[in-house]
């Protein structure tokens, strides 16, 4: 059975702290991982990652996949409280639909 | 429309009653997908409406839950008989290409609320 583990599940940070959150992951036929973050209700997309050791980066929010060792990490510096959400982590799978993880929720307190 | 548009927003019901959702996905996108967040858990999958292809209904949970599209735009989730176990936010998202490559759109959802 496809499956994606998130961690932490929460995290509570300062301002200004750097986190990293993590994505691992079992499926067949892999296609890619995406990013998605979740304020309030609708989650909006960050990154797709296809190929292992490329970096995409977004401003101060970046992400790195590792094929080999079946993980993602999404990296986010000089933290806000507008980074505080819910960051989802999904993988493609052959011809099915997205396989979400439980997510990791960010509070940043000032 | 600019976005996926969801309704209702929220909505609460009666344990052993009927609801229906509605999703109204971008103009032009020919996949729309149904998902499923309970409090505390990821998203998951309900079913796949992909253009004139059959749905992927895999995974719904059981009978009570079944999804239309009609014209290939708005799909409708319908929940019979609804249980406490529904509480839960629907999420519709749609894509544009005929395979999953990726990015999904998602609206805001439906809070659904069983008594």
């Known amino acids: 059975e496809d499956k994606v583990v998130q961690s932490p599940l929460s995290l509570v940070v300062h301002e200004g702290d750097t986190v990293t959150l993590n994505c691992s992951y079992e499926?067949?036929?892999?296609?890619?991982l995406l990013w998605y973050k979740q304020e309030k209700k609708a989650p909006t997309f960050l990154f797709m990652l296809?190929?292992?050791?490329i970096e995409k980066k977004s401003g101060r929010l970046s992400s790195i996949l590792d094929k080999k060792e079946l993980f993602s990490i999404l990296n986010i510096t000089a933290t806000q409280t507008g980074d505080s959400a819910i960051y989802l982590c999904?993988?493609?799978?052959?011809?099915?639909?997205?396989?979400f993880g439980k997510g990791t929720r960010l509070s940043v307190i000032a | 429309g600019a976005g996926v548009s969801q309704s209702p927003s929220n909505k609460v019901t009666e344990k052993g009653k009927d609801v229906e959702l509605r999703c109204d996905p971008i103009?032009?996108?020919?996949?729309l997908y149904w998902y499923r967040q309970s409090l505390g858990q990821g998203l998951e999958f309900l079913i796949y409406?992909?253009?004139?292809?059959?749905?992927?209904k895999s995974g719904l949970p059981s009978d009570r839950f079944s999804a239309e599209r009609t014209g290939g735009s708005v799909s409708t989730l319908t929940i019979q008989r609804t249980q406490q176990e529904d509480s839960a936010v629907y999420l519709c998202?749609?894509?544009?290409?005929?395979?999953?490559?990726?990015?999904?759109?998602f609206g805001e959802g439906s809070r659904l609320t069983v008594l």
């Open positions: 998202a749609s894509s544009l290409a005929a395979r999953q490559s990726g990015e999904l759109f």
């Open positions: 499926v067949t036929n892999f296609r890619s």
């Open positions: 296809t190929s292992s050791g």
């Open positions: 999904a993988v493609e799978p052959g011809n099915t639909p997205l396989v």
């Open positions: 103009s032009g996108h020919t996949a």
């Open positions: 409406f992909q253009g004139n292809s059959a749905p992927d």
